[in-house]
């Protein structure tokens, strides 16, 4: 009996070692995991920031050639300063 006892206080010692490793393993897992959601949400805020931008480089392109002018009928390749002829 005496055999048996100690043969159970032996495996009792063990698995307590084992759950303690376990909840450092855990718990280490747990940092990594906040910190990958931490780098998640970051990411995704430079997404919605990515996409503002390329919305307004989309707009301000757009502006932009609206003041173009656009000239028919005027050969580009004429040297001159006088327009009057064309």
């Known amino acids: ?4 006892i100690t043969s159970l206080t ?7 070692s084992d759950i303690a490793g376990f909840q450092s393993r855990v718990t280490g897992l747990e940092q990594r995991m906040g910190s990958l ?8 805020e430079r997404d919605q920031d990515l996409l503002y931008l390329r919305s307004k480089l989309t707009d301000m392109e757009d502006r932009s050639r609206r003041d173009n ?11 001159g300063t006088d327009m009057r002829p064309f």
Not at 1 to 4: Q, R
Not at 37 to 44: P, Y
């Open 1 to 4: 009996m005496g055999a048996s």
């Open 10 to 16: 032996l495996e009792t010692k063990s698995m307590r």
């Open 37 to 44: 959601e931490a780098h998640a949400n970051m990411s995704q």
């Open 69 to 79: 002018i656009h000239l028919l009928g005027i050969p580009e390749n004429e040297k």
